[in-house]
């Protein structure tokens, strides 16, 4: 730490809890200013969570871009283009320059941008970006990062494996890798629970879950992100992991308490049509 332990200390029992459907205590914006001081040495960390966000933003961008193209897509492309996911490290129009120019950008992106250089190329496989930042969270030296890593990518193969199955779509195509998750999912892809009880701690809530209408459906799936962060805000509250997972369940509280229902049903909407994100 590069100031004080005790202003550390004092940052961290300061922190008032964070309960699934209870209002926020602050918007998430105002969390990292006031504690801009005690966040410096986390710095790199926690702008690598908050380049979800900018994922986002780009994501939407690209939307915008095809909007012609995608089936059923009712917004306006000013509706569209007026959503903008904050905190985040880029503004919309250095976003914009980033998907032409994206040299300043982590290489798992350019990666991305390089090998889809069409904007309804980019669309169409944009989930591979998400999974992409997953992989790049579990290669930091933090057992937080790995354990989260190892969740989401977890998470997101079991919806892609209920999406699969309900749309009738090749399961191989849909849920790819060859980890024990997915070869478990492939190996019982007619069981409720594509056989995952033993291995994977949340499969009988995501049962349930996927019985839900779509909205309703998301917001379980992200209580479930916020019950497995719990594990590491409780375990030691001094440790930076219990940072990390804060500015996590901030994000994910504070999306669902600023939808309105009928934005919500627009993004979750795009579960249905494959655009995990």
């Not at 994922?55 to 089936?71: F, G, P, R, S, W």
């Not at 300043?104 to 990666?111: D, K, M, N, R, T």
Request: aromatic share 14%; with cysteine; hydrophobic share 40%.
């Amino acid at each position: 730490m590069n100031y004080p332990a005790k202003h550390y200390y004092y940052f961290i029992a300061s922190l008032p809890d964070l309960r699934w459907d209870v209002e926020v205590p602050f918007p998430i914006i105002t969390f990292l200013e006031e504690n801009e001081t005690a966040l410096s040495p986390l710095s790199d960390n926690v702008n690598d969570i908050i380049l979800l966000n900018d994922l986002k933003n780009m994501h939407d961008y690209i939307k915008v871009q095809c909007a012609d193209y995608i089936t059923g897509l009712k917004r306006s492309r000013e509706a569209m283009d007026a959503e903008f996911y904050e905190p985040s490290l880029f503004d919309k129009e250095t976003i914009r320059e980033l998907l032409v120019e994206p040299d300043e950008l982590p290489e798992f992106i350019v990666s991305f941008l390089a090998e889809n250089k069409e904007y309804i190329e980019r669309y169409e496989n944009f989930d591979s970006l998400y999974a992409a930042y997953y992989d790049y969270l579990g290669e930091k030296d933090s057992d937080f990062f790995k354990s989260y890593s190892l969740c989401e990518s977890s998470l997101r193969k079991v919806i892609a494996a209920f999406r699969a199955r309900s749309q009738g779509l090749d399961m191989e195509i849909n849920v790819p890798g060859s980890d024990e998750i997915t070869e478990t999912i492939l190996a019982n892809r007619t069981a409720s629970d594509f056989g995952l009880k033993n291995i994977f701690p949340y499969i009988s809530e995501m049962v349930e879950v996927f019985k839900e209408d779509t909205l309703n459906r998301e917001k379980k799936l992200n209580k479930i992100r916020f019950s497995f962060l719990e594990n590491f805000t409780g375990e030691d509250p001094f440790k930076e992991d219990c940072v990390y997972a804060y500015i996590f369940q901030l994000l994910l509280l504070e999306r669902w308490q600023m939808l309105d229902r009928e934005k919500g049903k627009q993004i979750v909407s795009n579960i249905v049509t494959g655009e995990i994100s």
